[in-house]
């Protein structure tokens, strides 16, 4: 499985805006795509995941209210739309598959990961 994140970019506080990731390869063994972020000196931390026909979603306690996560099957698409943004949400943002079920837990490690895609979000 590879993933292609994109639509980073440059975005004023309070701004919105919509990273997807694209998943091609093994896509019918995917269960769950998710989103992590990881800032400058900073741990990487999840921010969402949701399930395969998108039953399921977990969100970050962080970002909760002001982000969404869906996906698209038919495209092999994950998004995350991001909303009410913060300066604290300036990250690299990664996505994620895992062939398992996954809730918000880093470990074990998931499966596969993009290569990120950076969102500043400017004060």
């Known amino acids: 499985v590879q993933l292609q994140a994109s639509g980073g970019g440059l975005v004023q506080a309070g701004g919105s805006l919509r990273v997807s990731c694209i998943a091609s390869?093994?896509?019918?063994?995917?269960?769950?795509m998710g989103w992590f972020r990881q800032a400058p000196g900073k741990e990487r931390e999840f921010v969402a995941s949701?399930?395969?026909?998108?039953?399921?979603?977990y969100i970050s306690d962080s970002v909760k209210g002001r982000f969404t996560i869906s996906r698209d099957n038919a495209k092999n698409t994950v998004y995350l739309q991001m909303r009410s943004m913060k300066p604290e949400d300036t990250a690299v943002y990664y996505c994620?598959?895992?062939?398992?079920?996954?809730?918000?837990?880093?470990?074990?490690?998931?499966?596969?990961w993009g290569q990120g895609t950076q969102v500043t979000v400017s004060s």
């Open positions: 994620a598959a895992d062939f398992n079920f996954r809730d918000g837990s880093t470990k074990p490690p998931w499966d596969y």
């Open positions: 390869g093994r896509t019918l063994s995917i269960s769950t």
């Open positions: 949701i399930s395969r026909y998108g039953l399921t979603t």
